[in-house]
């Protein structure tokens, strides 16, 4: 080690080398950072404006919402600053910062995603029970629990990645600083590194996803069972986009992290469905798709527009 200099910085090689198409992809992420800025913000303020929406369903998507904007804002504004630059680095400390709020957005969202699929089993399937089982300090609860867990995992790894010594490449192939690529540039055995995030991620998995494939087969099989073939389209149209989210959300993840880390651009695309796409779906299945939310925003612009007059 007393002839390898320590490195200070890493380079990210993000999406593509060409600067027209990272000029394209540059105008693509801004507006899809946007729109999520605008999906989740408006979700937030509706929920938190309108009070027939103080229930526990909108608390979990108020909680939803604002993760969304943390995720998305994790990467996606330095992505967009190494679009339009030259050196497309980022400081060793910058990157373990970056992985740590990574780690523990998308720990929380795996947690409020399987605990809003249990809120709708117990909503459609248990209707008599519902606001005796999910009440607010229940709610609370969870919450604090989903942050809780995703703190804890992040923190751990994070604790751990400090140990790595980086001396030889600095180059990340991606786009973001994600754990595994960081592994792979280490002087020192990661082993314990990579032991310890296969745990943690094998450990969120089964905390998170036997209750959304366990709820969401029961409100499928309460949605087949209704009798009206409007209702019955609508409702499981509604639940369809719901799983629909949440699977992709699931399968990228456990894909890009049972993986081997190979820097392939596969990795990189599937990266960006859990920590971009699904932060921008969210708020437009739940408002596009929500009546109860449609209303509430025309109740906020009728009071808007009787303000101003």
């Not at 605008?38 to 998507?61: E, V």
């Not at 229940?138 to 010594?165: E, P, R």
């Amino acid at each position: 080690m007393k002839n390898v200099s320590i490195i200070t910085e890493f380079v990210l090689l993000g999406l593509s080398s060409d600067p027209q198409i990272q000029t394209m992809l540059f105008v693509l992420f801004l507006g899809i950072y946007l729109l999520t800025w605008a999906g989740n913000t408006a979700m937030i303020l509706i929920i938190g404006a309108d009070s027939w929406l103080h229930t526990p369903m909108y608390f979990f998507l108020g909680h939803l919402s604002f993760l969304d904007l943390s995720f998305s804002s994790v990467t996606v504004p330095k992505m967009l600053q190494n679009f339009l630059s030259q050196k497309e680095s980022i400081s060793v400390w910058g990157c373990i910062t970056q992985s740590f709020f990574f780690t523990l957005s998308g720990g929380t969202e795996a947690c409020l995603l399987s605990a809003r699929a249990y809120d709708r089993y117990v909503a459609i399937c248990h209707p008599l029970v519902y606001t005796m089982v999910i009440d607010r300090p229940l709610c609370t609860g969870i919450v604090s629990t989903a942050w809780a867990v995703g703190f804890l995992l992040s923190l751990m790894n994070s604790l751990f990645i400090h140990k790595l010594h980086f001396c030889g490449s600095n180059i990340i192939p991606h786009f973001s600083c994600e754990l595994p690529p960081l592994f792979t540039l280490s002087c020192t055995d990661p082993t314990v590194n990579e032991i310890l995030l296969a745990v943690s991620c094998a450990f969120l998995g089964l905390l998170t996803l036997p209750p959304i494939l366990f709820s969401y087969s029961r409100i499928i099989s309460a949605v087949l069972s209704i009798r009206l073939s409007k209702g019955q389209g609508k409702a499981f149209s509604t639940c369809s986009s719901h799983l629909t989210v949440v699977l992709l959300f699931y399968a990228t993840a456990l894909f890009r992290y049972t993986s081997p880390d190979s820097g392939s651009v596969l990795e990189r695309v599937v990266s960006i469905q859990y920590s971009v796409i699904t932060s921008l779906l969210n708020p437009l299945i739940y408002s596009l798709k929500n009546q109860e939310v449609k209303a509430a925003l025309q109740r906020m612009l009728r009071q808007h527009k009787c303000a101003i007059g």
